[in-house]
């Protein structure tokens, strides 16, 4: 989420219809199979069909693939895509943020008997005239993510107000969409969940809080929304919290503090749940004092390199070394305003953030956050939740790139962090 862009809808949806847990569709596991219904001369056309599919699936799934170090020589862009999609069904791609909750608030005041997340919404008003809106489950599958953080983002509007109502609305609202859409998503809340979820293949569902202001100050909020299965708190959205500041109100460190005392308590005792910090959003000061205090792993949900496009919302060169020396990640984000600092950006712009980071600090470091659904300015070649295989058959066109590093980024960093969260 990059802006205050709606009114907020800072109303709860205290009414919601009763029993609407059972009133929502529940389709059959296996509707994605296609029924084939042949009539009688056909039966033997489409039997031969199957048959050379089948055997053209065998022959792609066991037939040679180029070694680690022959990647370079995979020039056609067919090629890398399929690579890429090899890599994809291998691990899962696990993107760290997207807003789609919030504009399921916005659009229809958390109504899902409404939302038909299973067509393409842009053919499906109001959503076909937003540019805001860059998911369904049509092209979600279609760019092979595996696993997404969904945001239960509120607006600083609601800060000190009902800030804490209208977030257990929107982990609420993350529940019911998995459920209702339980032939194609699955809740998560670890690595092995994920990786589960992926093994059925359905998209891992994980839950972040986007913003501190979320928790009222208060630790037992942290813990509740732990127990409800969120599983990163971004420190700040773009307000302060009375104990952490927010890189949209405190630029530089002139006047110190990030974290209060407070603040230190709220990061120690994320720790001791096991639930990932999330720094996208916060100042420098902020960043450091997080990254001084945890123990864990730390990570930067929806956020890009600072030294290539200077915006706040991005990560100085110092916090990603920094970064790496705690073990955390880099969730590189595709809003074109955090990319090339401006409306205009492509893939390989976004790729350039990528090498830039792995230069400074290894692949291990690295994942990708898009804020799909929270921006309205996205790159040329990944305008929606569909085109992800094309942001890595851009880094294979490097020829830098190896099947080892792909999946890092794609999922396993993330997997690694999260386990490595729940440690201490
Ligand atoms: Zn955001």
């Known amino acids: 989420m990059v802006l205050n862009r709606f009114a907020p809808s800072l109303k709860s949806t205290v009414f919601p219809p009763r029993n609407l847990f059972n009133k929502l569709p529940r389709k059959s596991v296996h509707v994605s199979k296609k029924k084939v219904s042949l009539s009688g001369g056909q039966n033997g056309v489409w039997t031969v069909s199957v048959i050379i599919l089948s055997i053209g699936t065998w022959v792609g799934r066991v037939g040679p693939r180029p070694a ?15 690579t890429v999609r090899q890599v994809l069904s291998e691990v899962p791609l696990i993107d760290g943020h997207n807003d789609l909750p919030w504009n399921i608030r916005n659009f229809l005041h958390n109504q899902l008997a409404e939302f038909d997340f299973d067509r393409d919404l842009r053919q499906v008003a109001p959503w076909s005239k937003s540019a805001w809106s860059q998911t369904d489950l049509v092209r979600l599958r279609q760019g092979m993510v595996g696993g997404q953080f969904w945001a239960a983002y509120v607006p600083c509007e609601s800060q000190h107000l009902n800030a804490v109502q209208l977030t257990l609305e929107q982990v609420d609202l993350i529940k019911r969409l998995i459920e209702k859409y339980s032939q194609f998503m699955q809740f998560a809340a670890s690595s092995r969940e994920i990786l589960e979820a992926h093994g059925r293949g359905r998209i891992a569902s994980l839950i972040g809080v986007e913003g501190g202001h979320s928790l009222g100050s208060s630790l037992a909020v942290l813990r509740t929304l732990y127990q409800l299965g969120v599983r990163y708190l971004t420190l700040t959205h773009t307000c302060n919290t009375p104990w952490a500041k927010s890189s949209s109100v405190e630029d530089d460190d002139e006047d110190g503090g990030g974290l209060t005392k407070f603040g230190e ?56 070394k920094q970064l790496a020396d705690n073990g955390g990640l880099v969730m590189v984000t595709f ?23 792995r230069n400074l600090i290894g692949v291990d470091h690295i994942g990708v956050g898009g804020d799909f659904d929270g921006i309205n300015k996205t790159p040329r070649g990944l305008e929606d939740v569909s085109k ?24 396993l960093n993330l997997l690694r962090v999260l386990k490595q969260v729940r440690v201490y």
Request: glycine share 4%.
């Open 68 to 82: 680690d170090g022959e990647l370079a020589l995979l020039t056609s862009p067919r090629e890398r895509l399929e």
């Open 265 to 320: 308590t709220v990061v120690k005792e994320m720790n001791r749940l096991g639930m990932l910090v999330d720094l996208s959003h916060t100042s420098r000061a902020t960043m450091r004092d997080a990254l001084r205090v945890s123990k864990a792993p730390l990570i930067f949900s929806h956020s890009s390199a600072f030294a290539i496009c200077n915006s706040s919302r991005n990560v100085p060169d110092d916090i990603l």
């Open 335 to 357: 809003y074109n305003y955090f990319v090339k600092c401006g409306p205009q950006a492509s893939v390989s712009d976004v790729a350039e953030h990528i090498y830039y980071i």
């Open 388 to 411: 992800y295989p094309e942001l890595f058959a851009e880094l294979l066109r490097s020829g830098k790139w190896n099947v080892l590093d792909l999946k890092k980024v794609a999922g």
